[in-house]
């Protein structure tokens, strides 16, 4: 017999399963199948091909789902298109009603809903039911509330249309919430496509949205595998993609609608650092590691899985470790006694093992709890720590997904920093340390788009969520991540005002060569605050719309963009330096081209033939646009978002670091500096193409650069053949974001080129630069992504 005494001073838990009868009595209910959800209704489950859903746990089906076609994407488009013409018009108090029906819908029905989860996922029960649904619950609550305010905290603004959404298996139900409720809050319709290993309870959200009432085909639901989710991506009827899910999937994304027009948002992969100082609270930082690493079986894009830890109390750390390990239970999902279920499925099993044999392969000494006995029957894999591992070694470089905490050391915070931001990725990073000032600066220069300190693993629905580099692009919850189903309102009148002030085009910059040496005053490009020839050792002739050369221009290549992007990095203070700096010298550059304005109001006369009153007009205005971004550098605030925790959040504005610029044809210096400005004095540093039929008002401008105490590499000019440059700017892997407002360069060029590093592309198109609509808040959001940093406060 167990006496209460000795179970005191064991702590040992004993089973506590939790009860499936109402999901098992669901599914018998279904057991016929389940069709998709479109325009309202439930599809018949056999009039399609089907695939089956099994528990991870113990690899038993648990129904048959349909197969989606891509005439079953047709239809769900179809019927999300016809909704959108009356849902998008609907009050967003209407609106906000319905949100607010679905989130107390889910708290009714959320211990089914955890269940169900479990069962289809594998992820403890614990998880599903104290982390998973409230969160789910909180998203709908809290959109419920943008959706009131839409129209007065974004005006101008107005819902994309038809949206595409693709979701992953590790946390279905959330990700559903953190894509459909600000979709529906902005206005738009939806097209979903859950994972094919986990798609029941998207089902059964379908049936709550049909409970509430909610307008048929706002959101419709189309079960399938990889290739439902390409028809849904290629579908000419979406206007917006949003994926969760890999890096190499991301890509094919990027690729697949390149050119295509679609707003795209892609949340990628990880390989989140996990930094341990060594004056941290250890066993504190200990239980912080079990819910960096062992929460949802490891299967979390944030997960903290490359632990960096300070070399002197590194081995005081791993017993710690190893000790706590050893009391985790792996078992049954639906023990609440359970701390890691089953993993997704064999194939990911396979994965994870193979990745751990390759890391011992690679000399890593591995560690995995002796008192955890692996069920026999289901996908498990025990808690695995790996130490000796190096920086370079397999398993510390790629995604593993599972339960597997990789160990390396440092001895100091820089260090520490370059260790950590040593990987393509750069999702979220997890701070431990007493010392918060240390922790703050450590914070600031990690480039992840998350970080917490001294915690792990928080989220919520008003902090928005994701990544830098190839973690992807794009934000989710919050104000940032309702911006991603927000298009501008005026767009489509700023194209068509444009063609009012285009200038007259001129012959393409490969029409006339000739060698650099026979011209002594060709313009140069300006690379690393330096004018340079080019690297082609050639040049072409600027004409007047009368076919006169008023020129020569250098005809920059790959290895100008090569120089231009090295200088730039070298130039990594600008973004450190104070907003309050930044901005004196954005005042002086307007100060000094103004004290120039005749000058340059002759040049534009001289190039496009324009009046001297509209010369005269642009060069005041390219003036007063750098005016007003000298007064917006340090104006362009971050924010304190409320979240439910006892955290201080900070939404950080930051720089993406080296930008690529393809400035428009027409308005050839007001064009040029309607870019550059909001890039600059956001913290960039930007390698620019100017107009290539009138560059010199561009090259011209390195005069100004030069006399206005702006750092060499913050701005570089490289003139010439706009298509070949945008190729190389896109192809860069060092060019982390991208604008193009050249129309003479194909979109869908620079969008495959740039899904090398996926760095967002703003494929600005034509606009009035004379207008106000031409300048304003959206390039400075343009120019920066939002880094969320989680302060604890109280003890």
């Given at each position: 017999?167990?006496?209460?005494?000795?179970?005191?001073?064991?702590?040992?838990?004993?089973?506590?399963?939790?009860?499936?009868?109402?999901?098992?009595?669901?599914?018998?209910?279904?057991?016929?199948?389940?069709?998709?959800?479109?325009?309202?209704?439930?599809?018949?489950?056999?009039?399609?091909?089907?695939?089956?859903?099994?528990?991870?746990?113990?690899?038993?089906?648990?129904?048959?789902?349909?197969?989606?076609?891509?005439?079953?994407?047709?239809?769900?488009?179809?019927?999300?298109?016809?909704?959108?013409?009356?849902?998008?018009?609907?009050?967003?108090?209407?609106?906000?009603?319905?949100?607010?029906?679905?989130?107390?819908?889910?708290?009714?029905?959320?211990?089914?809903?955890?269940?169900?989860?479990?069962?289809?996922?594998?992820?403890?029960?614990?998880?599903?039911?104290?982390?998973?649904?409230?969160?789910?619950?909180?998203?709908?609550?809290?959109?419920?509330?943008?959706?009131?305010?839409?129209?007065?905290?974004?005006?101008?603004?107005?819902?994309?249309?038809?949206?595409?959404?693709?979701?992953?298996?590790?946390?279905?139900?959330?990700?559903?919430?953190?894509?459909?409720?600000?979709?529906?809050?902005?206005?738009?319709?939806?097209?979903?496509?859950?994972?094919?290993?986990?798609?029941?309870?998207?089902?059964?959200?379908?049936?709550?949205?049909?409970?509430?009432?909610?307008?048929?085909?706002?959101?419709?639901?189309?079960?399938?595998?990889?290739?439902?989710?390409?028809?849904?991506?290629?579908?000419?009827?979406?206007?917006?993609?949003?994926?969760?899910?890999?890096?190499?999937?991301g890509r094919v994304i990027r690729t697949a609608t390149a050119g295509s027009g679609k707003k795209l948002s892609l949340e990628l992969g990880g390989k989140s650092p996990f930094i341990v100082f060594d004056d941290a609270d250890l066993d504190s930082a200990v239980e912080g590691l079990v819910d960096a690493i062992w929460f949802n079986q490891g299967e979390v894009c944030c997960a903290g899985s490359r632990l960096l830890v300070q070399e002197g109390i590194a081995e005081?750390?791993?017993?710690?470790?190893?000790?706590?390990?050893?009391?985790?239970?792996?078992?049954?999902?639906?023990?609440?006694?359970?701390?890691?279920?089953?993993?997704?499925?064999?194939?990911?099993?396979?994965?994870?093992?193979?990745?751990?044999?390759?890391?011992?392969?690679?000399?890593?000494?591995?560690?995995?709890?002796?008192?955890?006995?692996?069920?026999?029957?289901?996908?498990?894999?025990?808690?695995?720590?790996?130490?000796?591992?190096?920086?370079?070694?397999?398993?510390?470089?790629?995604?593993?997904?599972?339960?597997?905490?990789?160990?390396?050391?440092?001895?100091?915070?820089?260090?520490?920093?370059?260790?950590?931001?040593?990987?393509?990725?750069?999702?979220?990073?997890?701070?431990?340390?007493?010392?918060?000032?240390?922790?703050?600066?450590?914070?600031?220069?990690?480039?992840?788009?998350?970080?917490?300190?001294?915690?792990?693993?928080?989220?919520?629905?008003?902090?928005?969520?994701?990544?830098?580099?190839?973690?992807?692009?794009?934000?989710?919850?919050?104000?940032?991540?309702?911006?991603?189903?927000?298009?501008?309102?005026?767009?489509?009148?700023?194209?068509?005002?444009?063609?009012?002030?285009?200038?007259?085009?001129?012959?393409?910059?490969?029409?006339?060569?000739?060698?650099?040496?026979?011209?002594?005053?060709?313009?140069?490009?300006?690379?690393?605050?330096?004018?340079?020839?080019?690297?082609?050792?050639?040049?072409?002739?600027?004409?007047?719309?009368?076919?006169?050369?008023?020129?020569?221009?250098?005809?920059?290549?790959?290895?100008?963009?090569?120089?231009?992007?090295?200088?730039?990095?070298?130039?990594?203070?600008?973004?450190?330096?104070?907003?309050?700096?930044?901005?004196?010298?954005?005042?002086?550059?307007?100060?000094?081209?103004?004290?120039?304005?005749?000058?340059?109001?002759?040049?534009?006369?001289?190039?496009?033939?324009?009046?001297?009153?509209?010369?005269?007009?642009?060069?005041?205005?390219?003036?007063?646009?750098?005016?007003?971004?000298?007064?917006?550098?340090?104006?362009?605030?971050?924010?304190?978002?409320?979240?439910?925790?006892?955290?201080?959040?900070?939404?950080?504005?930051?720089?993406?670091?080296?930008?690529?610029?393809?400035?428009?044809?027409?308005?050839?210096?007001?064009?040029?500096?309607?870019?550059?400005?909001?890039?600059?004095?956001?913290?960039?540093?930007?390698?620019?193409?100017?107009?290539?039929?009138?560059?010199?008002?561009?090259?011209?401008?390195?005069?100004?650069?030069?006399?206005?105490?702006?750092?060499?590499?913050?701005?570089?000019?490289?003139?010439?053949?706009?298509?070949?440059?945008?190729?190389?700017?896109?192809?860069?892997?060092?060019?982390?974001?991208?604008?193009?407002?050249?129309?003479?360069?194909?979109?869908?060029?620079?969008?495959?080129?740039?899904?090398?590093?996926?760095?967002?592309?703003?494929?600005?198109?034509?606009?009035?630069?004379?207008?106000?609509?031409?300048?304003?808040?959206?390039?400075?959001?343009?120019?920066?992504?939002?880094?969320?940093?989680?302060?604890?406060?109280?003890?």
């Amino acid at each position: 017999m167990v006496h209460v005494k000795d179970v005191l001073k064991s702590m040992e838990y004993g089973p506590a399963p939790e009860g499936n009868e109402h999901v098992l009595a669901w599914l018998e209910a279904h057991k016929g199948g389940f069709g998709h959800f479109i325009d309202g209704r439930f599809t018949d489950p056999s009039a399609s091909k089907s695939f089956k859903v099994a528990n991870p746990a113990d690899g038993k089906p648990l129904a048959q789902v349909a197969h989606g076609t891509a005439q079953d994407i047709d239809k769900a488009v179809a019927a999300a298109g016809r909704a959108f013409k009356g849902w998008s018009k609907l009050p967003g108090h209407e609106r906000a009603k319905y949100l607010y029906a679905i989130a107390r819908n889910i708290q009714k029905r959320d211990r089914f809903l955890a269940v169900l989860e479990t069962m289809d996922n594998g992820k403890p029960i614990r998880e599903t039911r104290d982390i998973d649904m409230p969160l789910v619950a909180r998203h709908f609550y809290h959109h419920a509330g943008w959706a009131e305010l839409l129209e007065s905290e974004f005006p101008g603004y107005r819902p994309v249309g038809v949206c595409g959404q693709i979701i992953p298996w590790n946390f279905p139900l959330l990700m559903l919430a953190w894509k459909i409720a600000p979709a529906l809050a902005a206005g738009n319709t939806v097209v979903l496509k859950p994972a094919e290993q986990t798609p029941l309870t998207a089902l059964a959200f379908a049936e709550i949205c049909r409970e509430v009432g909610l307008p048929a085909g706002v959101v419709n639901i189309v079960t399938g595998e990889g290739d439902t989710g390409a028809a849904l991506v290629a579908h000419e009827g979406v206007q917006k993609i949003a994926f969760t899910g890999s890096t190499d999937v991301g890509r094919v994304i990027r690729t697949a609608t390149a050119g295509s027009g679609k707003k795209l948002s892609l949340e990628l992969g990880g390989k989140s650092p996990f930094i341990v100082f060594d004056d941290a609270d250890l066993d504190s930082a200990v239980e912080g590691l079990v819910d960096a690493i062992w929460f949802n079986q490891g299967e979390v894009c944030c997960a903290g899985s490359r632990l960096l830890v300070q070399e002197g109390i590194a081995e005081k750390l791993y017993a710690k470790v190893r000790a706590r390990m050893e009391t985790l239970r792996v078992g049954s999902p639906l023990d609440k006694s359970t701390d890691i279920g089953a993993v997704v499925s064999t194939e990911q099993l396979e994965r994870i093992t193979a990745l751990v044999a390759k890391g011992k392969e690679e000399g890593a000494e591995v560690f995995q709890p002796s008192s955890i006995q692996v069920p026999g029957t289901g996908t498990f894999f025990a808690p695995t720590l790996m130490t000796g591992v190096e920086p370079a070694s397999t398993v510390a470089v790629v995604e593993i997904f599972g339960p597997v905490l990789v160990a390396m050391t440092f001895r100091t915070p820089d260090e520490a920093v370059a260790l950590a931001n040593n990987t393509r990725f750069g999702l979220a990073a997890s701070i431990w340390s007493e010392n918060i000032n240390r922790s703050l600066d450590v914070a600031a220069r990690l480039k992840a788009g998350v970080i917490w300190i001294n915690a792990t693993n928080l989220f919520d629905a008003a902090a928005g969520f994701g990544g830098y580099r190839e973690s992807g692009f794009g934000r989710e919850g919050g104000r940032e991540g309702l911006y991603e189903y927000l298009a501008d309102d005026g767009a489509k009148a700023k194209g068509k005002e444009a063609a009012k002030v285009a200038l007259t085009a001129a012959p393409s910059p490969t029409a006339q060569i000739a060698a650099v040496d026979a011209v002594d005053r060709t313009a140069k490009l300006y690379i690393g605050g330096k004018q340079a020839r080019p690297d082609s050792g050639y040049s072409y002739a600027v004409l007047n719309p009368s076919g006169k050369q008023v020129g020569l221009a250098g005809l920059g290549n790959r290895k100008d963009v090569r120089n231009a992007v090295e200088a730039a990095a070298k130039a990594e203070g600008w973004g450190a330096a104070t907003a309050h700096n930044r901005a004196q010298i954005l005042y002086y550059i307007a100060e000094n081209l103004s004290a120039r304005a005749d000058e340059f109001e002759a040049r534009l006369r001289a190039m496009t033939g324009v009046s001297k009153r509209d010369a005269a007009e642009e060069v005041s205005l390219a003036v007063r646009r750098t005016f007003f971004y000298a007064g917006f550098a340090d104006k362009h605030d971050g924010a304190v978002h409320s979240t439910k925790s006892r955290h201080v959040t900070l939404a950080m504005n930051e720089p993406f670091g080296i930008m690529g610029l393809l400035c428009p044809e027409e308005a050839p210096l007001l064009g040029f500096v309607s870019l550059v400005m909001p890039a600059i004095a956001a913290g960039n540093r930007v390698v620019a193409v100017p107009s290539a039929r009138h560059p010199l008002a561009a090259t011209d401008f390195y005069q100004i650069i030069d006399t206005s105490d702006v750092p060499a590499g913050v701005l570089s000019i490289a003139t010439g053949n706009p298509g070949e440059l945008a190729k190389t700017i896109a192809d860069h892997d060092e060019i982390a974001a991208l604008w193009n407002f050249n129309g003479s360069v194909d979109a869908a060029l620079v969008d495959k080129a740039s899904a090398g590093n996926l760095k967002p592309v703003w494929n600005g198109g034509a606009r009035n630069w004379r207008s106000t609509d031409a300048q304003g808040r959206e390039f400075l959001r343009r120019a920066t992504q939002v880094k969320n940093i989680w302060v604890p406060y109280g003890e």
